[in-house]
């Protein structure tokens, strides 16, 4: 079964500090894998998918397939990031669902 | 304009009642999913569907249940609310067809109380 571990469920950071949010997965396949935020009264959306190899508002995420890990970063941290964030598993293929991790809030201290 | 739709935003509701939660997308979407949340933790995934008269369970058990009659439409009912279902809902839509890169799109959600 297809799992996804987020092992802090709060990280303070201050502003201008370095970011990472934490994302293990458990599958023994190449998995597509996603980060997802939720502002403050805002709905979830995605931020950004590994396969795109995009960078978002600042933040990046590699997969480490050794480490079977995800991990979220952004160099320098703003007050604005503060939100919840969400990684989230799908196996390849057609007849998927998507499996959403325990979720990781990010407070930024001004 | 294109978007995913979830009423009511709010319910409170006293114990032993039917409700319904709507969720209707008008972005053409052939998957549609039910995820239950709490304020500040993790979606649990409860319901999903890959089209018309196609529903699956998903990985948190529910009493709940969901009809896909039509392609914009997936519903949730509750047939005998409790307590325990005090919780937010989230309904989600995205494409189909074999692809990867799955998006998914949210509603704003329904906060439910029971009483």
């Known amino acids: 079964a297809q799992r996804v571990t987020q092992p802090e469920k709060l990280l303070s950071v201050f502003k201008g500090a370095p970011v990472e949010l934490k994302c293990n997965y458990s599958?023994?396949?190449?998995?597509?894998l996603f980060w997802y935020v939720q502002y403050s009264r805002q709905r979830l959306q995605l931020l950004l998918r590994h396969i795109s190899r995009e960078s978002i508002k600042g933040f990046t995420a590699d997969l480490n397939k050794g480490e079977t890990s995800f991990h979220l970063k952004k160099p320098f941290a703003q007050e604005e990031d503060s939100a919840m964030y969400y990684c989230?598993?799908?196996?390849?293929?057609?007849?998927?669902?998507?499996?959403f991790g325990t979720g990781t809030k990010l407070q930024v201290i001004p | 304009e294109a978007d995913i739709y979830q009423t009511p935003r709010y319910l409170v509701i006293g114990t032993g009642k039917k409700i319904t939660l709507e969720c209707s997308q008008t972005m053409g979407h052939d998957k549609m999913y039910w995820y239950q949340q709490d304020p500040g933790m993790e979606l649990h995934l409860i319901h999903y569907?890959?089209?018309?008269?196609?529903?699956e369970k998903g990985d948190l058990s529910s009493e709940s249940t969901v009809s896909r009659i039509r392609t914009e439409h997936f519903p949730l009912t509750l047939e005998s609310a409790r307590p325990s279902h005090t919780s937010q809902y989230l309904c989600?839509?995205?494409?189909?067809?074999?692809?990867?890169?799955?998006?998914?799109?949210f509603g704003s959600g329904t906060q439910l109380s029971v009483l």
């Open positions: 989600a839509s995205s494409e189909f067809g074999g692809t990867t890169n799955e998006k998914l799109f």
């Open positions: 569907s890959y089209g018309v008269n196609s529903t």
């Open positions: 599958y023994s396949g190449s998995p597509e």
């Open positions: 989230a598993l799908r196996r390849p293929g057609g007849y998927q669902k998507v499996t």
